[in-house]
């Protein structure tokens, strides 16, 4: 014999409940943020793009061919250093990435509060952490890391 589903509240019309979409905090004090993306200054990328045209230009007048391939390289290069973030904080970690987007690093936090910014070089329990520091970042993204960093102390 087939037993109907019970309705209650929060489930289904067959019966399930719903997942949840949100993890929940997993521990007191974390930011409920979106991650805060850390890029490259546009400077970076964009001397990357002109070096690239030089070189492909210097393909152009001597009719070497390896330079369109090396300079194309470059100017796609310089096109990922303008568009993909240098590396994303997380309220539980901080992951470095390559201008293609992987992450190559992951460095795990118990909360933001525990970084300390010393003229640039950020550290966890005073070991500065590879990869990550004020370096050839964006100054508006540097500036919502340590706003960031703050809001952790705070509370």
Request: charged share 20%; proline share 8%; glycine share 12%.
């Amino acid at each position: 014999m087939m037993r109907a589903p019970q309705r209650g509240p929060g489930t289904m019309a067959d019966g399930r409940r719903p997942r949840k979409r949100f993890p929940p905090a997993r521990a007191a004090g974390m930011m409920r943020a979106m991650p805060i993306y850390i890029r490259y200054h546009p400077l970076v990328g964009s001397f990357c793009l002109v070096a690239g045209l030089f070189i492909i230009y210097g393909g152009l007048v001597s009719g070497g061919p390896h330079l369109f391939l090396l300079g194309g390289l470059q100017v796609v290069v310089g096109a990922l250093f303008l568009t993909k973030p240098w590396y994303v904080v997380h309220p539980d970690r901080i992951e470095v990435r390559n201008p293609f987007g992987m992450t190559v690093q992951t460095h795990r936090l118990r909360s933001l509060a525990d970084l300390d910014v010393d003229g640039g070089t950020v550290r966890l329990e005073g070991v500065p952490l590879r990869g990550v520091s004020r370096g050839v970042a964006r100054r508006e993204d540097w500036a919502a890391f340590m706003k960031a960093i703050e809001a952790a102390r705070r509370g």
